[in-house]
């Protein structure tokens, strides 16, 4: 049995414990799933079809892999083209290395591949041009837990070709749809070919709780993903590719992701918007929406990237906007003046509000702890013993989080106080602090 395939049954069958904490485990090898369908497994998947006479690849790569990826299919495929590129969506891991399959046609007298995505990827790649320094700030929370600067590509290879809503393609002696459907993303589009029994749906799977919510980046559609995801169970495919995380092999396996996943996204919609009906607030809304608990405990669903309460945030502010339903933040007072009249109005001033933070964390009451540390921080910011204790609390915070972009985020909050940690990606240290427990 092949790794990735081996990884695949592992993961599916025993769940990220046996695997680590991330299901994402870059295998960095490229093979072959079945009759023409290739993966190249590493932080954001390749897909290959093999057409016969031409090859079709989905997502070429991201900056730091595309060079390894685009070699491997020449050292599998020397003799057969790539004539068609399609990118699932424009996020930075999926869609570079386009360009070296064209200079590489032009080199050898070979016809030049077709690049295909949806139409939104122009606006995409027009807004990362305008907030390049914001994308650095928030990825480098996200995935270093703010451990050092991560530079923002501006520059994209664009389309030659543009779907809007479908498209049938043909590669070589097989044939692929291509459907755009909102979901993680406004410019995703999932593939399918029959032939193959092959469903490639981009990030509209990726083995982990939906990355639905968040909370650094633009609005994300829970409910029209749920939607993306039924129109597919309907094709009936035995092998899904996902975006991240090793291929689902087998019918009844891709059912039960699929399927699972659409209620998973469905519940979290339903409930929110039957509570906003009722004229509730943002703070009910969280205190009250759960998913489901039997699909929570679902292998592929766990939150170790993306979290549900974060999905109910953006359900809210689709079809509600920024103002949570709290009349005193319609127009708040800075925060640090909050934090002054609070510190002013409480005996013992600051010291009280980290004593208490400190008992409420040895209850696990990360919430208040964590409210209290600020307030105590933003009254005094130069004090050097607070900056500490409120460093090592969101440390602490961080280390009983499951997922990415909290822990990232509360890694970056305690680095700020300068509190020091090793270097690591976000996802590496979930994955290695799994295999030491
Ligand atoms: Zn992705």
Redesign the pocket.
């Known amino acids: 049995m092949n790794q990735i395939i081996q990884h695949a049954e592992n993961l599916w069958t025993k769940g990220a414990g046996a695997e680590g904490t991330h299901p994402w485990r870059a295998l960095g090898t490229f093979e072959k799933i079945r009759d023409g369908v290739w993966f190249a497994s590493s932080f954001?998947n390749l897909t290959l079809i093999d057409g016969g006479t031409e090859l079709l690849v989905v997502d070429p790569g991201a900056k730091n892999n595309e060079e390894r990826k685009f070699k491997q299919i020449l050292d599998a495929f020397p003799d057969t083209p790539v004539s068609t590129i399609v990118y699932t969506?424009g996020?930075h891991?999926?869609c570079f290395g386009a360009d070296r399959y064209k200079a590489h046609a032009k080199e050898n007298k070979l016809i030049e591949p077709i690049i295909i995505g949806h139409r939104a990827l122009n606006y995409r790649f027009d807004r990362y041009a305008k907030t390049t320094g914001y994308n650095e700030v928030i990825n480098a929370r996200q995935f270093l837990g703010g451990a050092a600067k991560i530079s923002w590509e501006a520059e994209y290879v664009r389309p030659d070709l543009y779907v809007d809503n479908y498209k049938k393609i043909r590669v070589g002696n097989i044939e692929a749809s291509i459907t755009h459907s909102r979901g993680?993303t406004d410019d995703s589009v999932w593939l399918h070919i029959p032939e193959y029994e092959a469903l490639c749906t981009?990030?509209l799977f990726?083995w982990t709780t939906p990355?639905a919510g968040n909370p650094q980046k633009v609005q994300r559609y829970c409910g029209e993903w749920a939607a993306a995801l039924e129109e597919m169970q309907t094709k009936s495919a035995s092998v899904l590719l996902p975006?991240?995380g090793p291929p689902i092999i087998g019918k009844d396996r891709v059912e039960e992701a699929l399927d699972s996943t659409r209620r998973y996204l469905e519940s979290l919609e339903t409930q929110t918007l039957q509570l906003m009906n009722l004229g509730a607030s943002l703070d009910e809304v969280l205190a009250k929406v759960r998913p489901p608990e039997e699909l929570s405990k679902k292998n592929f669903l766990r939150p170790v990237y993306d979290e549900p309460e974060f999905i109910v945030r953006n359900i809210w502010r689709l079809y509600g906007g920024w103002y949570d339903g709290q009349a005193s933040n319609l127009k708040p007072p800075r925060e640090e003046s909050i934090a002054h009249e609070i510190v002013d109005l409480v005996t013992g001033g600051t010291k009280t509000l980290v004593e208490r933070a400190r008992t409420l964390s040895e209850s696990g009451q990360w919430r208040l702890a964590c409210k209290l540390a600020d307030w105590a921080h933003h009254a005094a910011p130069g004090n050097t013993d607070i900056k500490l204790f409120r460093g090592q609390l969101y440390q602490a915070r961080a280390d009983q989080e499951t997922s990415t972009m909290t822990i990232g985020i509360y890694n970056s909050v305690a680095r700020e106080m300068g509190i020091e940690m090793k270097d690591q990606p976000t996802f590496s240290a979930q994955e290695k602090k799994a295999n030491e427990t």
């Open positions: 954001a969506h996020h891991d999926h993680e981009g990030d990726i990355n975006g991240h």
